[in-house]
Every structure is written in structure tokens, then in C-alpha cells.
């Protein structure tokens, strides 16, 4: 098995997180590798086209906001220094890879659905960072009411 080093964990602000940041942190333990957080939160605009004449500013402040508290939490509860938790706006799979190559990662963790198919098995995300990855990926399945 791999010794890792750094592990970049992609988090969403859902209770489904939590069993992934958990195994994460074991995984850091386990190699003694550092531990980040990363979530992104998806510009409106760009999760609902750029073509929408509101103002959503006030929502993406919100959303901004509670990803902030919410990775705190995260981070408090599983002994994670704050400058391991990184917030960041973009494209999630993009800013994913971006991140990883930055702190030369060599383990990215995601949460996975299990439901049938790639695509539907770790999530679009989740796939998306599968796929452009340059180094492993570990996809801890998180269960969902439809499991």
C-alpha cells in the first residue's frame, strides 16, 4: 500500500460528509500524511446558466457562508488546523485538481452514492475528480435514503 503524504479531502456541507472526513482523517492517522478540506461552492451562475437576468449575490454570500461554517465544524470535530481548510468558488472538479497539484497531493478522498453506473456510483463530481486526477482517488460510499 501507498504511504501517503498529503490527502485532499472534497467535502459537501451534507451530514453524508461526515463519514468521509472521518475515514480521512483515519487514512491521515493510519500515514501520518497531512490532512486539507476542500469544498467549492459552484458560482450560480455557472450551475444555472449566465443568462438568468437576477441578482444572486445575496445567495452566493449565504451559500458562501454556511460552506465556511460548515467546514469549520468539519474541521473542529476531526482536529483539522484551519489553514488545512480551504474554501473556494469555481468549478468543483477543476478547483479540486487545481488544489491537489498546488499542495502536491498524492490522495484525493470523495464521498461515492452507490447507485448503478460510474456516473451515478461516485456522483458527476466525484467522477469528474476520478477522471482528471494525477493521483489516486478514494471514493468512501456514504448511503443515501434511496440506498
Known amino acids: 500500500m501507498a504511504n501517503y503524504q498529503r ?3 472534497a467535502v459537501d456541507i451534507s451530514d ?3 463519514p468521509v472526513v472521518k475515514r480521512a482523517a483515519a487514512m491521515a492517522r493510519q500515514h501520518q500524511a497531512e490532512l486539507h478540506l476542500i469544498h467549492v461552492v459552484e458560482p450560480l451562475s455557472l450551475a444555472y446558466g449566465g443568462d438568468i ?3 444572486f449575490s445575496g445567495i452566493q454570500e ?3 457562508q454556511q460552506a465556511e461554517e460548515t467546514l469549520k465544524k468539519y474541521a473542529g470535530q476531526f482536529d483539522i488546523p484551519d489553514d488545512k481548510i480551504h474554501l473556494l468558488t469555481g468549478r468543483p472538479e477543476a478547483q479540486i485538481h487545481d488544489l491537489c497539484k498546488e499542495l502536491d497531493c498524492d490522495l484525493i478522498i470523495v464521498g461515492s452514492h452507490g447507485r448503478k453506473g460510474l456516473a451515478l456510483l461516485l456522483g ?4 469528474a475528480v476520478l477522471h482528471g486526477a494525477k493521483c489516486d482517488v478514494l471514493a ?3 448511503s443515501s ?3
Do not use: K
Open 53 to 55: 437576468p437576477m441578482d
Open 62 to 64: 449565504e451559500l458562501q
Open 140 to 142: 468512501v460510499r456514504v
Open 16 to 18: 453524508e460528509a461526515i
Open 145 to 147: 435514503e434511496h440506498d
Open 7 to 9: 490527502i485532499l479531502t
Open 124 to 127: 458527476s463530481t466525484a467522477n
